[in-house]
């Protein structure tokens, strides 16, 4: 009888997931399973709300995968070494996986290979897992990838897209022991991302029939919450990003969600072209970044006394997740008005960010400094201006900074400004050293 593996990585779904079907398809037995990967935790990368999100969506797929007469396989260690054991065992001619673009990807999927074909047995890597158009497939002339999103874009465009499936019909698996799933940790009061395919269709479901239309207008307004909130779960692949393309409609508000999982696809084929972006700058090279532990900790921990600037960090920290626009206006902050080197952002979003996404994370941060992608890279964000323009009544402030719920919204732009008794009175820090000045 002949056996395969499954291996999910971030595509912990049944639905529209090539990498199952396929495997599904070719063999009589299927082993899905899930390595719980010993690097990922020691360099931090499965911290707090990602790690529990991650567990819950581990959960969710194995009762999916029970449902069509299977289960999840746990292993914990070094996946290479793992998924080869398993695939003795049960003696797996062929071995399927979701190619993926970060350089760690890379080299797992090398190993595997080598590993497999010394072993007789064949890897499988499967690229239209993660995008809705897969890294690579869309090239300028001489150009291993595009590095400017308009022309990206009108090519992803034109492009067809294949066709979003169903879950395989029937999963069976041969004798074998199990493992076990991590366990589920509580979720803390704030966080409101439950993990898993279940939870990400309920929301998608929501977000197509009642917030797409009204997305075009809402998406910048701070305090509007009118964006998807779907990106932890297109990080681990609970949802198709093809899926939510092919569905989302026609419409103006339509165009610009899907424009956006544009962007996602722009900067993920970008990673998988050069995955040392991920650390070091892609265009613009600068080596003149300010070192300043104490400005540095007041951005993290929202308390450098620009108020919009504390409200999107203290949410960052409260909820792990944050709006893009309060994203590009805390990256701006630390980046171009403090002048601190842009890594130190990106390594703080990917400690918090439920949604932490290497190509998403740091290829923003870098386009938002002006070493990245940007085709105006000395844009700078006047958080001033951008708190006028995105949260007018300081409704977003009010919300995440209570020491200035009480204030107009003018006088809670620039708190500074008021007179000395009532500034005090606030118990709300004043700007970090001569930023008063340069902030108007
Ligand atoms: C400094 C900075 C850091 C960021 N870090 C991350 C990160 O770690 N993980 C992450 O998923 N996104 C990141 N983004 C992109 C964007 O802010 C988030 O994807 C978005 O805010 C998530 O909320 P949503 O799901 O409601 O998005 P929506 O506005 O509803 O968009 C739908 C989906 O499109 C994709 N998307 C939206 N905007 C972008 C963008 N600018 N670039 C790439 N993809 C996009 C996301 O997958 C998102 O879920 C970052 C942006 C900036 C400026």
Redesign the pocket.
């Known amino acids: 009888m002949v056996t395969t593996l499954a291996v999910f990585t971030r595509d912990l779904r049944v639905r529209d997931n090539p990498m199952l079907v396929a495997a599904a398809r070719e063999a009589e037995r299927v082993v899905p399973v899930f390595v719980l990967d010993a690097a990922m935790d020691r360099s931090g990368f499965a911290a707090g709300g990602r790690r529990r999100f991650l567990a819950e969506s581990l959960t969710d797929l194995d009762r999916s995968l029970r449902e069509l007469g299977g289960r999840l396989v746990l292993r914990a260690g070094e996946p290479v070494e793992q998924i080869c054991r398993l695939a003795d065992e049960v003696d797996a001619a062929r071995v399927h996986i979701a190619t993926d673009s970060s350089a760690h990807a890379h080299r797992r999927e090398a190993a595997l290979r080598s590993a497999l074909s010394e072993r007789r047995r064949e890897l499988r890597g499967h690229d239209e897992v993660h995008a809705v158009v897969a890294p690579g497939r869309l090239r300028p002339a001489g150009r291993d990838h595009f590095a400017v999103f308009g022309a990206y874009h009108r090519r992803w465009s034109d492009v067809p897209w294949r066709r979003v499936l169903g879950p395989p019909e029937r999963i069976r698996l041969p004798e074998l022991d199990p493992g076990a799933l991590p366990p589920v940790e509580p979720r803390a009061g704030t966080d409101g991302f439950p993990g898993g395919e279940r939870a990400g269709l309920m929301r998608a479901e929501r977000w197509l029939g009642q917030g797409v239309e009204h ?1 075009d207008d809402q ?1 910048d307004r701070l305090a509007a919450d009118g ?5 932890p779960y ?2 681990l692949g609970c949802l198709s ?1 093809l899926e939510l393309a092919t569905r989302a409609g026609a419409g103006d508000g339509a165009r610009e ?1 899907v424009r ?2 544009a ?2 696809d722009f ?1 993920h084929q970008l990673l998988d072209a050069r995955p040392d972006t991920a650390h070091r700058d892609y265009g613009r090279q600068v080596d003149d970044w300010r070192d300043d532990p104490e400005a540095l900790e007041a951005w993290r921990t929202g308390h450098t006394g620009v108020p919009v600037v504390d409200a999107g960090m203290r949410q960052l920290l409260a909820e792990g ?4 626009r309060a ?2 206006i805390t ?1 701006s902050f630390l980046t171009r008005t403090l002048g601190i080197d842009w890594r130190a ?1 990106a390594a703080h ?2 400690e918090h ?1 439920v ?3 290497l190509a ?2 740091n290829l ?2 870098q ?2 400094a002006g070493t990245g992608t940007d085709r105006r890279p000395g844009r700078v964000l006047n958080p001033l201006r951008q708190a006028e323009r995105y949260d007018p009544d300081g409704a977003y402030v009010r919300r995440h900074v209570p020491e200035l719920a009480d204030l107009a919204a003018r006088d809670l732009r620039q708190p500074w400004r008021l007179p000395d008794p009532e500034r005090r009175a606030l118990k709300y820090p004043a700007p970090l050293p001569g930023l008063a000045d340069t902030l108007r």
């Not at 964006?227 to 990106?231: G, Y």
């Not at 997740?321 to 893009?324: F, G, I, R, V, Y």
């Open positions: 997305y998406r964006t998807s909130r779907l990106s297109l990080h990003a969600f956006q999982l962007w996602r900067f997740w944050l709006p893009n994203r590009m990256a952002g979003y990917l960010l949604d932490g996404d998403n994370n923003n941060w386009w938002v």
